[in-house]
């Protein structure tokens, strides 16, 4: 039973639908991971908070060591909310991990 549930913001939508097959079911499958919990620490999936964002906290998974989702958590409407899907080496020029 999930506890969060998992929105996917334009960018990572529009990432999924442009992805071959089996990126899509592998994105998907790993993303389904942010709805048992989304923290660090916790449950299943290689996640960080990141250090990007002063007013809310960013975090970032990794997808297959080829992709990294970043997403947000709005703990009061328990919803995930992925805003970008990105290669991970422009994941980490981007954001410094």
């Excluded at 990432?15 to 790993?30: G, H, P, S, Y």
Aim: charged share 40%; net charge negative; aromatic share 10%.
């Amino acid at each position: 039973m999930s506890e969060y549930k998992v929105l996917l913001g334009d960018e990572a939508r529009e990432f999924l639908e442009v992805a071959d097959e089996k990126t899509t079911r592998v994105c998907r499958e790993k993303l389904g991971y942010l709805a048992e919990n989304p923290y660090p620490g916790r449950g299943r999936g290689d996640k960080e908070k990141l250090p990007i964002d002063a007013n809310r906290d960013r975090f970032r998974l990794h997808i297959s060591r080829t992709y990294t989702a970043i997403y947000t958590v709005l703990e009061d409407d328990a919803e995930v909310r992925v805003l970008e899907i990105i290669p991970i080496d422009e994941a980490h020029k981007r954001y410094g991990f």
